[in-house]
């Protein structure tokens, strides 16, 4: 009843410790450890996915190789006509999952402290997962694709949400225009 009562409350690290009897009292004492949040609450690693250019082994985003092969086929001896068609296809046919793609870290707008406010994850406090408030964030357009979210052991003793994450593009509005 007690494991019960911590995963459906969202303490979802705790662990029990021990146990003890008082036959005097007719009471058991049980002793439960709670990791508690560390000094960084949310550590965001953000990433993007490159595409692997066959040829070179260089990292290229999904635009500059587009861009690349597009050049290749403007280059090569083919007659204008020919071009024109083989352009067409090109752009019809480069898909990105059909690509050699891999993920690197790269740098993120979203502020890991704004996200430990939306799951009250406070330094000091006990480690608590809030499912529906994770949902929201997850469902919120911050972020293009989590690729993973897991409480980490921290060197400080806590526990930190480490997030791994996609941003989609930055956005701009201009009003008036």
């Known amino acids: 009843h007690l494991k019960r009562w911590y995963v459906r409350?969202?303490?979802?690290?705790?662990?029990?410790t021990g146990a003890t009897l008082k036959p005097?009292?007719?009471?058991?004492?049980?002793?439960?450890?709670?990791?508690?949040?560390s000094k960084l609450p949310v550590d965001i690693v953000f990433c993007k996915?490159?595409?692997?250019?066959?040829?070179?082994?260089?990292l290229l985003t999904f635009r500059q190789y587009r861009e690349k092969k597009i050049k290749e086929l403007q280059v090569s001896r083919a007659s204008k006509s020919s071009i024109s068609s083989r352009l067409q296809r090109l752009s019809m046919q480069i898909e990105q999952r059909d690509l050699n793609t891999t993920i690197v870290q790269t740098k993120g707008r979203t502020r890991a402290s704004k996200v430990a406010t939306a799951l009250k994850l406070e330094p000091g406090q006990p480690f608590r997962w809030h499912d529906s408030r994770w949902?929201?964030?997850?469902?919120?357009?911050?972020?293009?694709?989590?690729?993973?979210?897991?409480?980490e052991?921290?060197?400080?003793?806590?526990?930190?949400?480490?997030?791994?994450a996609m941003e989609p593009p930055a956005r701009h509005l201009e009003y008036g225009v």
């Open 9 to 16: 409350n969202g303490y979802v690290l705790h662990s029990v």
């Open 153 to 164: 052991r921290t060197s400080d003793g806590g526990v930190c949400l480490q997030v791994f």
């Open 49 to 58: 996915e490159m595409v692997v250019d066959d040829e070179t082994g260089e």
């Open 24 to 37: 005097d009292t007719a009471t058991a004492e049980i002793s439960v450890q709670e990791p508690c949040v």
């Open 135 to 151: 949902k929201k964030i997850a469902k919120s357009g911050i972020f293009s694709k989590i690729l993973r979210a897991s409480p």
